[in-house]
Structures are given as C-alpha cells and as structure tokens.
C-alpha cells in the first residue's frame, strides 16, 4: 500500500510565525503535491515537484515556499504565518507513469 | 468555466438503493479519471480510476466514461451508511502532471 505521512496532523502557531510541514512518501513517487482544503473553496493546489529540486507554483503560491531535497520528502513552509492561512494542508504523491495520486492524513493548521 | 463540475448535492439516498454521481470536464484530450471519497475531517481517498470509454466495476462501484460527451460517473450500488461521504471527480488534463478536482458531491445514505 502507498503510504503518505504528514508531521502533525493538527498545529496551532502565531500570526508571523514560520512554519514548516512536512510530508513523506515511501512509494519512490516523482510527483509530490501540496493543497489546501476549505469549505465552499475545494482542493486548490499550492505548489508541486516533478523531481528533486525541482518545483512549479499551483494556483495558490502566494505566501509559500516548498523545498523537495529528497525524492521522498516535500515540504511547504509559510514564511511568516497569517490568519488567512488557516486550513487544511494536504499532501499527495502520484507515480511518474501514471497520474493517481495519493493523499497523506493532513494537517489542521490553525494561525492565531 | 470550471474544468471539472459536480453537482454539489446533498444526494441522500434510502439504504441499499444506487447513488448516481455525475462528473462533467472540459478539457477534451484528458486521458485519466479518478472518483476519490472523502469523510468528514478525513483526506480524500482514491476508490476508482478509468481511462477507457465504458464501465469499469469494482465491488459495488461502477464508473462510467463517455469521452465524447465529456462525463464521467459513479455509481454506488447497494448503498450503505458508511458511503456517506464526500465524492470528488478528478482529471488529468493532457500533457499535465498535475489533476483538476471538481468541488465535489455530498452523499447521505439514510438507514
């Protein structure tokens, strides 16, 4: 089975605060993908890796950086934390030949 | 236009009847299509893909693919409490790594 963990399945930080969550596949996948999820907005992509070191900005980028220096581990840092940032960050990996990807738990991020 | 639509329900259905979810895209050249089922509080998690025009069954689900019309659906059969969930409808537009997720479809199996 594909597995893909998150740090922390809940975080609660302070407004300009940097933060970092991290996620890990065990499945050797090329594409490692981080959303966001709210309600009435749906999954919007933030950013995603095609290979190591290598990124491309979602739909959302603004207000977050990734770095991906390990085939398995892809992370996304907010700079400095904002209450609009308050959500549910979700990671996925797919394979590099096909296009399914496959979601971590999560993480509740709240920003107080 | 949004590149996948779902109709957003709720869709309660009575237990052990079919749940008929429907998936409508624009991109004309997509290639693969996921049905991905996500309860409350949970992430979603992939329950069926297809790629070829057709039905494609799996336990009490069947997707259905018509390229041509650019619909995709998801049936649940024999439908029970524990498919009460969040379905959401996702493509892979061609040429891209990445998938569009419709908004997604609420079901409510009442007992």
């Known amino acids: 089975d594909v597995k893909v963990t998150q740090s922390s399945r809940y975080l609660v930080k302070r407004t300009g605060e940097k933060v970092f969550l991290e996620c890990v596949q065990d499945?050797?996948?090329?594409?490692m993908f981080w959303y966001r999820q709210d309600p009435g907005l749906g999954l919007r992509l933030i950013y995603f890796s095609y290979d190591v070191k290598m990124k491309e900005k979602g739909d959302i980028p603004e207000g977050y950086s990734v770095s991906r220096e390990k085939k398995e581990r892809f992370s996304l840092i907010l700079e400095s934390a904002s209450t609009n940032q308050t959500s549910m960050y979700l990671c996925a990996s797919s394979p590099g030949d096909s296009y399914e990807q496959y979601f971590g738990p999560g993480t509740r991020l709240t920003v107080t | 236009q949004k590149e996948v639509e779902q109709n957003s329900g709720p869709l309660s259905v009575p237990e052990g009847a079919i749940a008929s979810l429907n998936c409508t895209y624009s991109d004309r050249g997509s290639q693969s299509f996921f049905w991905y089922r996500q309860y409350s509080g949970k992430s979603p998690e992939l329950i069926m893909f297809i790629y070829s025009n057709g039905d494609k069954e799996d336990g009490r689900f069947t997707a259905q693919l018509n390229k041509a019309s650019q619909y995709v659906s998801l049936l649940i059969r024999d439908s029970q409490p524990s498919d009460s969930a969040t379905y959401l409808c996702a493509v892979n537009p061609v040429g891209d790594y990445k998938l569009s997720f419709g908004a997604g479809t609420t079901v409510t199996v009442r007992a």
């Open positions: 499945m050797d996948h090329e594409n």
